[in-house]
Each structure stands twice: as structure tokens, then as C-alpha cells.
């Protein structure tokens, strides 16, 4: 994008910025930017950079979060040219902002490093420490299925291949 022409100050990057951090993960009820996959944005009249970390490099949602990113981008700036580049192996469970942390869990969802308390790992759902692995991938590869044995719920926790254990 070099040369290109910068933003008016019109508040056009703000509305650009804005429809485009209100983007969802296809598979969880919560954004990208609180997810910590959206890394980066730059905006001009011309086009958008877009930077974004999946939580695996083989993420099946990439298209959907890039096709997610190229609508909230046409609603503002229609014919801008809308560039995605993808920093595989850059998302880390640290980048999850607390709002997303509230979100997921919610959603029943714990995050690799939060929701663990003097090393025991608790479940999103009652805070009991009595939760066991149920097997080393969940429903895709980044979510590790757990199950509370207090409460009785299945729940998994988010995180890279490092995180997982």
C-alpha cells in the first residue's frame, strides 16, 4: 500500500476501524479484536491492511473471518481494495482482551493460562478445580475438551499447540 493516498479526516478510518472490530469468529460468539486474532489495521482511501493471527495456522474459519473483514470494510468504504495478511503462529491465549475472556466464558469456553488458579485449571462454568482432560483436540484443533466433575458440564479450552497439555 505504499504511495497510497491517507485517510481523509473526515472520520472515515474511525467508521472504517469501528465496522471492522465488530467482526465475529465464525465459530465463537465473539469478536476478532477481543479474541486477539485482529493484530493489526491500516486504512487509507484506497485500501485496507488487515492483520490477523488465527488461533492455528490450519484455523478452518480463515475464510469466513476474511470474508467477515471484506463486508464490514464494503459497508464503509465500498471500493476500497481490502488486503488480509495472515501472521500464522502469532496468536497467543495472552492476546484474548478481558472482555473476550468475559465472552468465552460464557460461552462455556476457558483460555490457556486464565481460569487457572495456583495451577489448577477451573471450570468456566462453577470455578471447581475438579476438571479432567478428555482427550487432546476438541471440536477443531484449537479447543481441548475438559469435563467438570463437580458440575457435571464439557467445556474446552482454548490454545495454541505449546499451551495444550
Known amino acids: ?15 472504517v476501524r469501528a465496522a ?15 479474541l ?14 488487515v492483520v490477523l493471527a488465527p488461533t492455528r495456522t490450519a484455523c478452518p474459519g480463515r475464510t ?7 463486508r464490514a470494510v464494503a459497508a464503509v468504504l465500498p ?4 488486503v488480509i495478511d495472515w501472521r500464522p503462529g502469532g496468536w497467543r491465549a495472552d492476546l484474548v482482551s478481558e472482555q473476550g475472556l468475559d465472552t468465552l466464558r460464557g460461552c462455556g469456553y476457558g483460555v490457556t493460562g486464565h481460569g487457572v488458579v495456583l495451577g489448577i485449571r ?6 471447581s478445580g475438579r476438571v479432567e ?5 476438541g471440536g477443531s484443533v484449537c479447543k481441548t ?21
Open 133 to 137: 482432560s478428555t482427550g487432546r483436540f
Open 64 to 70: 469466513a473471518m476474511a470474508d467477515g473483514i471484506r
Open 122 to 127: 477451573r471450570c468456566p462454568y462453577c470455578g
Open 1 to 15: 500500500m505504499t504511495g497510497r493516498t491517507a485517510v481523509r479526516q473526515d472520520g472515515l478510518q474511525d467508521r
Open 145 to 165: 475438551p475438559f469435563h467438570c466433575r463437580a458440575c457435571g458440564s464439557a467445556f474446552d479450552e482454548l490454545g495454541t499447540a505449546d499451551d495444550i497439555g
Open 79 to 82: 471500493d476500497a481494495e481490502v
Open 20 to 34: 471492522v472490530f465488530e467482526v465475529r469468529d465464525p465459530e465463537i460468539d465473539v469478536t476478532l479484536v477481543d
Open 36 to 49: 486477539g486474532v485482529l493484530q493489526e489495521i491500516e486504512v487509507t482511501e484506497e485500501a485496507v491492511r
